[in-house]
């Protein structure tokens, strides 16, 4: 059962625009909320983060929003470059475990 | 700094057979992590440690095995390859537990079972 949904694979954008990113959840238990990003043949690399007690973080061009009571997340590229085309994965940890969503793949189109 | 290294990047192995990923990190984080990563799956947590001489499991353990005899080194086994276990594996490892910092990853090992 996925704990962790990313239901767009993919997103295009144009550059200077904003890229939306979203994430949903299942489970109440989460306490802190995580974005990586990846790029082709790289590991994982943090990105920004939320804590449940806040609903928005904020630093630069990213932005993630937390709304509880729908067990969503998302991140805001605000503009986007080329440079973060790339694929995003939302993570949620509890314990010593992190759950990964499926990942979405932005390209920033110049 | 290496930050998280994995040995080797890519390997074939045919199936029956058996190998060792090797994760280093130079951090001196207490906590490691492997996981594995296929299309539409996202990352999934196979084995975990949290110091040195402990393993735990995750979500997906079966098929594999781990040690931590030190500090800086998480070994990843599989005793017999099967097609199923093809994938990229990616090690991590963080100071604290992680519900509360960030994972460092390494660059990965594209594994294929024939």
């Known amino acids: 059962d996925q704990q962790v949904k990313q239901n767009s694979p993919s997103l295009s954008v144009q550059e200077g625009r904003i890229s939306i990113l979203n994430c949903d959840y299942t489970n109440s238990m989460f306490d802190y909320f995580l974005w990586y990003k990846k790029y082709p043949a790289e590991g994982p690399t943090f990105l920004i983060s939320i804590s449940s007690i806040k609903d928005k973080n904020e630093d630069g061009r990213f932005t993630v929003f937390l709304n509880k009571s729908a067990k969503h997340l998302s991140l805001h590229i605000v503009p986007s470059q080329p440079g973060d085309s790339a694929v995003y994965f939302c993570a949620l940890p509890t314990g010593n475990q992190f759950y990964f969503g499926t990942g979405t793949s932005l390209t920033v189109i110049p | 700094n290496a930050g998280v290294t994995q040995t080797p990047k890519f390997r074939v192995l045919k199936t029956g057979q058996s190998m060792t990923l090797l994760c280093a990190q130079d951090m001196n984080h207490e906590y490691m992590y492997w996981y594995r990563q296929d299309p539409g799956m996202g990352l999934r947590l196979i084995h975990y440690s949290v110091g040195e001489g402990t393993t735990a499991k995750g979500e997906v353990p079966d098929g594999y095995n781990v040690s931590r005899l030190k500090k800086q080194n998480f070994l990843l086994g599989l005793e017999s390859a099967a097609p199923s276990q093809t994938s990229v594996y990616f090690c991590?490892?963080?100071?604290?537990?992680?519900?509360?910092?960030?994972?460092?990853f390494g660059p990965g090992t594209r594994l294929t079972v024939l």
């Open positions: 991590a490892s963080s100071y604290l537990p992680s519900g509360v910092n960030e994972q460092f």
